[in-house]
């Protein structure tokens, strides 16, 4: 079934998709969109981190340096080293294989238990767009500052936000998911959201499925995503979920439930699930689409996203790899472990932006393919 | 035998009905020969053009191969007659572009003698490689020269590039590299680069004057490939098989039934569209972000692939691409119509095109909606009906639309923000309310403002700044309301096949018909009509036309510079 906007303004596309595609019920109305972006849901503020912002690039390798034993002045050796634009010299081999494991040393990011925990700074402010995964408000969970529900689950930014990379204040989006995001959006194939109701323009039922596409983005003469380009859906179970939803007043929620999908791009996590998926989806006059999704997903996968950049997410990025995988264990929220108690997955929240888009099935080429 | 069948189905006739059968097959046969009948002509012109880009590569990869890199850059092409076939014959070769052409012949020369070619491409081995071998140069420079100049070099000028290798082997003491500056030699011959017309008594009109075979085939092989003539055409140029009536009929077939028809084809519709125009399309990112670098090539291609299926695979009629909706697309066209393309496109490979029809809602079809004639004449930031209009009626009916004069003031048209003229209709009002404006605008805007439903980037709208497009109007006393409308008026309009027929002999020829061709290009457009508009029969009908090849006494005595070579 080809899909899209059936606004006035594509009046003949709606004609083009009936020649190509089997007919739906004609009370039926579906929306497909491309999603143009998907970054992490923050509200950063001033005085929101009362450790203040983690150390940024520099001061973070003096401390690595200072807690491997090294005197003061190596360190201010090292940094010379760092900051002479030579590959940082011995820098990276002294970073990367800063964990001992039986005195020896070992990639911190493969084992990031082999070093101590440096206790990185983490969120303690106010707002955070998301949901209340839980149906707990409890103290210290975050308040929407859209939609000003109480008892947020966020841990995820929690985490995160007091990193420099990754702060930032709505419109606004983060450095680091800004960038992690326009990268894979190059090379991954496209995400999909696809709404369904009888009558899109009215309060009602709808159902809301989530798909990749086989092919990636193209971008328009501005870099964001083009809009009404058309994709096959990608015939792999693994890449889609459905929920039952509503909507009203121009804004789709969905029923919670379980949303996969594979990213295989880098700087993302590879693989998302996400249990208790939420869903908030304003549907725009543009024809455009913006929202939160928000969930429970698997801590690991979202470490191994950082663990995987290695050196490049902590010389680059900022990001104290061993730290983050601290600090998400720490503040993981739900699925604990039945032996040892440890939460396995932490709540989360991403902002969606997505453009309109077509969305055929897959062919039984491409479904071959897919197996 | 169609129209056998049909006058059939006409008459359904019993044993009277044969009858009349009969005497309505006369009467057809009788129309026909009058028809067929060429009339006299005053011949056209010889003419020197200079190879375009296109048909210099095309040789360069016919004669070389397809691998062989060409560079540079060519001396910008000008239009004359409304095609650049025309604007050929009146340009020459300044400094800068003959140091380009060096430059090219050098970088071609030097890959013909490469180690890794030179056994493939040179028939003969050196004696030695160190020393001239004039032998081997001679067997290696008269074939080569022969497909380069389209005609056997003259013993004098085969002899001279030899003697020019001799020396360069001589002094760099290497035959391959002597080699290399005699084919640098040939490439930067104005042989080479002038597409020379020799003529030739005519001995069927004793006084008059006719293309040489030579040129002849070359004049056939250029319009219908795009290409010079291969070795086959060129051997029936020199055995004389070309100058009789059944020499030249096979040869046109093989040609027409060659897969090779549809570059020659491209080619003609490449330059006639004003294709050469989309290296400085360009669209305002802030107002159609839809429109990127690929839109430029495909837009191109969506018309010209759309061309080929209808004309030569389909063989439909010419005037049906004016309200066809079928055509071709790639994801990334898709987008900028809006349309759905379902198509199999894998990360990281090229735009695949699929066939697509254009949806049937009585407002847009035919190539007058396409990328190609709508983004191509219009502004970066806003549509222009003008020259959307001006475009039309210069492109596809021949006719002259003049230039705006140079004291203008366009302010009223350019301000799409002006709440007072919300579209480009209004402010179109607004602006040829000038007197001096009026009379040029009245000849444009109509039709131009026809196609306004589709924006500057192609993009399908109803609507400019909140308020409902009217895009109906009037063309030569017909009236209509949208595009689609304004296609079906030109499928029927009588200028649009005789204004391709026109074009399509300038292009061949090279000029535009005289006055004294009046009856010959009557007799062409008549041709095309009984033939249905079939691009294939309206070739063919031309190419092997007495006058394609007749040259005008008169025009060529006035003609400074028609070279008088004569065959070996």
Redesign the interface.
């Known amino acids: 079934m080809?899909s899209?906007i059936l606004s006035?303004?594509?009046?003949?596309?709606?004609?083009?998709?009936i020649?190509?595609a089997p007919v739906r019920p004609a009370s039926a109305e579906t929306k497909s969109f491309v999603v143009d972006w998907l970054t992490l849901a923050m509200h950063s503020e001033d005085g929101d981190c009362p450790g203040g912002e983690n150390p940024g690039i520099e001061d973070m390798f003096r401390g690595i340096f200072k807690g491997m034993g090294y005197e003061p002045d190596k360190i201010e050796e090292l940094m010379v080293l760092y900051n002479g634009g030579s590959g940082a010299g011995p820098i990276p081999g002294i970073v990367v294989y800063r964990g001992r494991i039986d005195g020896k040393p070992v990639n911190v990011y493969d084992n990031p238990t082999s070093v101590p925990d440096p206790n990185i700074h983490t969120v303690a402010g106010r707002y955070s767009p998301g949901f209340d995964l839980d149906n707990k408000a409890e103290p210290g969970s975050f308040e929407d500052p859209e939609t000003r529900e109480k008892g947020i689950d966020n841990q995820f930014y929690r985490a995160m936000g007091c990193i420099h990379s990754h702060r930032a204040t709505p419109p606004h989006r983060a450095g680091y998911w800004s960038y992690a995001w326009d990268a894979g959006k190059s090379?991954?194939?496209a995400w999909l959201i696809t709404v369904t109701g009888d009558d899109l323009s009215r309060d009602g039922k709808v159902t809301v499925t989530f798909n990749r596409g086989?092919?990636?983005v193209?971008?328009?003469?501005?870099s964001?995503a083009?809009?009404?380009?058309?994709f096959?859906i990608d015939p792999d179970p693994r890449t889609q979920s459905s929920f039952r939803g509503q909507i009203k007043d121009g804004v789709v929620t969905i029923e919670p439930g379980e949303l996969h999908m594979i990213t295989g791009g880098a700087y993302l996590p590879l693989q998302w699930d996400m249990q208790r998926a939420h869903l908030r989806l304003k549907l725009k006059p543009d024809g455009s689409a913006e929202g939160v999704l928000g969930g429970y997903q698997p801590w690991l996968q979202l470490f191994y996203m950082y663990g995987i950049g290695g050196y490049g997410m902590e010389g680059m990025i900022g990001v104290n790899i061993p730290g983050t995988y601290y600090a998400l264990r720490k503040l993981a929220d739900a699925n604990p472990d039945p032996k040892t108690g440890q939460n396995m997955s932490i709540s989360a929240a991403y902002k969606i932006e997505a453009v309109p888009a077509?969305t055929?099935p897959p062919?039984q080429?491409?479904a071959a393919a897919g197996r | 035998m169609s129209q056998f069948s049909a006058l059939v189905r006409v008459l359904r006739p019993n044993r009277r009905g044969w009858f009349a059968v009969l005497i309505g097959m006369l009467a057809i046969f009788a129309a026909d020969w009058a028809i067929a009948a060429e009339p006299a002509s005053a011949g056209g012109r010889a003419v020197v053009r200079r190879l375009s880009p296109g048909q210099y590569m095309q040789i360069v990869r016919d004669v070389f191969g397809g691998d062989v890199t060409i560079g540079g850059r060519f001396e910008p092409d000008f239009r004359a007659g409304g095609l650049l076939a025309v604007g050929a014959g009146q340009v020459s070769v300044t400094a800068t572009g003959f140091e380009q052409y060096y430059g090219m012949a050098r970088t071609i020369a030097g890959q013909v003698v490469d180690p890794a070619r030179r056994d493939v491409l040179i028939p003969c081995k050196p004696v030695s490689a160190n020393a001239p071998d004039d032998a081997c140069a001679r067997q290696f420079l008269a074939r080569t020269g022969r497909m380069l100049y389209r005609r056997p070099l003259t013993p004098a000028e085969l002899e001279s590039k030899v003697a020019v290798a001799n020396e360069a082997a001589k002094s760099l003491k290497s035959f391959y590299a002597g080699l290399n500056v005699g084919l640098t030699n040939l490439l930067v011959s104005p042989m080479f680069l002038f597409r020379q017309e020799s003529i030739e008594n005519d001995p069927d009109n004793p006084g008059k004057y006719r293309l040489d075979a030579y040129a002849k085939a070359s004049r056939l092989s250029f319009m219908l490939w795009n290409a010079a003539p291969d070795n086959q055409l060129l051997s029936a140029a020199e055995s004389g098989e070309l100058n009789t009536e059944k020499g030249l009929a096979r040869q046109v077939d093989r040609l027409l039934k060659s897969r090779r028809l549809e570059a020659g084809v491209r080619a003609f519709f490449t330059d006639m569209l004003g294709f050469d125009q989309f290296p400085t399309v360009a669209k305002d990112a802030a107002i159609y972000p839809k429109f990127i670098g690929a839109v430029v090539e495909q837009a191109q291609e969506q018309t010209l692939r759309t061309i080929a299926d209808q004309l030569l695979a389909r063989k439909s009629d010419y005037r049906d691409l004016f309200t066809t909706r079928s055509t071709f697309l790639t994801p990334t066209l898709g987008i900028i119509y809006g349309m759905p393309v379902d198509a199999d496109m894998a990360v990281g490979t090229p735009d695949p095109w699929v066939p697509a029809e254009v949806p049937d809602n009585g407002l847009n079809a035919g190539i007058l909606t396409h990328a190609s004639f709508v983004a191509l004449y219009s502004h970066p930031g806003r549509t222009s009906p003008t020259l959307r209009g001006k475009a039309l009626r210069e492109v596809f009916l021949c006719q002259r639309v003049p230039d705006p004069p140079g004291n203008v003031s366009f302010t009223v048209v350019q301000d799409t923000t002006n709440p007072a003229y919300k579209t480009v209709r209004e402010r179109l009002r607004a602006h040829a309310s000038e007197a001096m404006c009026t009379g040029c605008h009245k000849i444009t805007d109509p039709i131009g403002l026809a196609l306004d439903t589709s924006d500057s980037a192609a993009g399908f709208r109803t609507n400019e700044n909140g308020a409902k497009i009217d895009a109906g109007g009037e063309l030569d006393g017909i009236k209509f309301a949208n595009a689609a409308d304004v296609g079906k008026i030109l499928h029927d309009h009588p200028a649009v096949p005789s204004c391709l027929v026109g074009k399509l002999y300038s292009y061949g020829a090279g000029t535009v018909a005289s006055q004294g061709q009046a009856a010959y290009m009557n007799y062409i457009n008549e041709r095309f009509r009984a033939n249905g508009y079939r691009l294939p029969d309206l070739l063919r009908t031309i190419v092997t036309s007495k006058a394609f090849y007749q040259v005008d006494a008169d025009q060529l005595a006035s003609a400074a510079g028609v070279p008088t070579y004569s065959n070996p």
């Open positions: 080809v899209r006035a303004r594509l009046a003949c596309a709606a004609v083009m998709a020649s190509i090379v991954v194939r086989m092919s990636r193209i971008r328009d003469a501005n964001q083009q809009r009404d380009q058309t096959k077509f055929i062919s080429k491409s």
